[in-house]
């Protein structure tokens, strides 16, 4: 196990740095808008309502703005918490954490191609 | 002169008495512009002669002389002691297995060192007739910063995942590393890629910059680390492309 | 005084002639700010896999019908959500300063022939990126423009 990890890190660094990088810039304007301005009610009722949400994310560039939310930032959490688990005298544990958070992050990216694509 | 009495607390340890490190105070006359070093070498000159500690330069260029000093990696010989008050702990370097007082165990660093294949690796080598080899001062900007490291281990002493990882390459060893892959001279770097692809991996960095925090010649070795982390994914990725055997 | 490390680390493959004292970290290590930041950093992953699977929550509702979307916007509105979600606001505003602080330094010297550009272009670039891009996002989700 820890030799496979070995062999696709390189993979998983990849898909980590851009989870930070468009991660991150994606993530930003979605936790504002939906997480929080349209929760409290500063946002016009109709803007997630259910016809333009559903017209927007199913809009070509709609679909690739959400496919790389829902994946990437899950790369970058998978990773750094996996570092995080080292940084707190976990490297006996860490193939075993390692495989666990990186499944997460794999199942994660399934279901959102699915939910993505079903759009 | 101006003397002030400072109180260093020293970790001892004599292996074969103590079961384990324990810590030693002594009162020191600082001269103003006495180094950490000097106050060492005041407490084995007139104090205690039984004190084990390693120095040589004086002057921050052997890299001899790093310890912990109130619990951050320091080369003993560059830090004033009038940067710290009136209690001075000395300890032995972090991370670092500890052979007698102040001096910490070597050898796995020199390990590490040699792992990376730091010389200048060519496929055919020069004949003499061909003349020396001709580098731009471009060329020489790419890997010059990485080449002042004076191998004190602090960025050992420093990173959290040296501490936690003992197949970890290291700080100084992956700039090392990094120093010859940018060389124009070099045609190693798919070697030495695959050992940082490998147990030693550059890829259990985490960035956490304490590295260069501490460096004190400036090398910047997180740079040369992060660095190394994207060129062993573009040689991970030609190595899909080209006829390499592919790893 | 000190406090112990992982047993084995800078421990050679052979042993030495003498018996040495396992390696320790001072006391403290980990409390320092610095290092207290960059163990926030690493503690942001926790709050990306969950930002993560939130968001896999909406688009999944949002394929499922009007009344399922209408369901998950009616729960996003419970204080504990809209807590977590500033917080991980929090999280990718501290994830991304720090990160662009650290990048430009970790672009090699040359990709073959391609060059990269200045540290601070660099540095201007990725801030000029992620404002924009949160303008444009923010302004298409909040209905701003595209009505």
């Given amino acids: 196990m820890k030799h496979l990890l070995l062999k696709l890190e390189p993979l998983i660094w990849l898909l980590f740095g851009q989870g930070i990088l468009i991660g991150t810039m994606l993530l930003t304007g979605w936790i504002l808008v939906v997480g929080v301005l349209a929760p409290m009610g500063l946002v016009s009722q109709g803007a997630l309502g259910f016809a333009r949400a559903h017209s927007l994310g199913s809009s070509l560039l709609g679909r690739l703005f959400l496919l790389g939310l829902l994946v990437l930032p899950l790369w970058k959490g998978a990773h750094h918490v996996r570092s995080l688990s080292i940084d707190f005298g976990g490297v006996e544990r860490d193939a075993a954490v390692a495989s666990l958070l990186y499944a997460i992050a794999a199942v994660g990216s399934l279901l959102a191609v699915v939910a993505v694509v079903r759009l | ?247 | ?147």
């Fill in chain 2, 1 to 247: 002169m101006s003397e002030q009495k400072k109180t260093f607390v020293v970790t001892r340890f004599d292996p074969d008495q103590d079961a384990a490190p324990r810590q030693q105070s002594y009162e020191v006359p600082v001269q103003p512009d006495w180094k950490v070093l000097d106050a060492l070498n005041y407490i084995k000159d007139e104090i205690d002669p039984t004190l084990s500690h390693r120095w040589s330069c004086r002057m921050a260029v052997c890299g001899s002389c790093g310890m912990m000093v109130n619990g951050k990696p320091s080369l003993t010989c560059k830090d004033a002691c009038a940067d710290y008050g009136d209690r001075v702990e000395v300890a032995p370097l972090a991370n670092f297995p500890i052979v007698r007082d102040l001096v910490v165990e070597l050898e796995a660093f020199l390990e590490k060192l040699r792992s990376v294949k730091p010389y200048i690796l060519v496929a055919k080598e020069r004949a003499v007739e061909e003349g020396t080899y001709r580098q731009s001062p471009e060329q020489l900007e790419e890997f010059k910063q990485f080449s002042l490291c004076i191998n004190c281990m602090l960025c050992y002493a420093a990173c959290p995942v040296v501490a936690n990882e003992p197949e970890f390459l290291g700080p100084a060893a992956i700039a090392l590393g990094h120093r010859y892959n940018m060389d124009s001279r070099d045609e190693g770097q798919h070697e030495r890629n695959e050992i940082f692809r490998g147990e030693g991996t550059v890829f259990s960095c985490s960035y956490a910059n304490e590295c260069s925090e501490v460096c004190p010649k400036h090398v910047d070795p997180a740079a040369a680390i992060n660095q190394a982390k994207f060129n062993a994914v573009i040689d991970w990725l030609s190595g899909f492309v080209t006829s390499r055997g592919g790893k």
């Fill in chain 3, 1 to 147: 005084m000190a406090r112990p490390v992982n047993p084995h680390a800078m421990t050679p493959s052979r042993p030495g002639r003498t018996r040495t004292a396992p390696p320790q970290a001072p006391n403290g290590w980990y409390a320092q700010p610095r290092m207290l930041r960059y163990l926030l950093f690493d503690a942001t992953g926790i709050v990306y896999l969950l930002v993560g699977f939130v968001a896999l929550r909406v688009v999944w509702a949002l394929g499922s019908g009007p009344a399922a979307w209408a369901e998950l916007m009616r729960q996003l509105r419970n204080p504990l959500y809209v807590a977590f979600h500033l917080l991980a606001l929090v999280c990718v505003v501290f994830v991304a300063v720090r990160f662009f602080r650290l990048f430009p330094k970790a672009q090699p010297g040359h990709i073959g022939p391609a060059k990269p550009p200045p540290g601070p272009v660099i540095l201007a670039g990725l801030y000029a990126a992620w404002i924009g891009v949160t303008l444009v996002v923010t302004a298409i989700l909040a209905g701003w423009v595209l009505r």
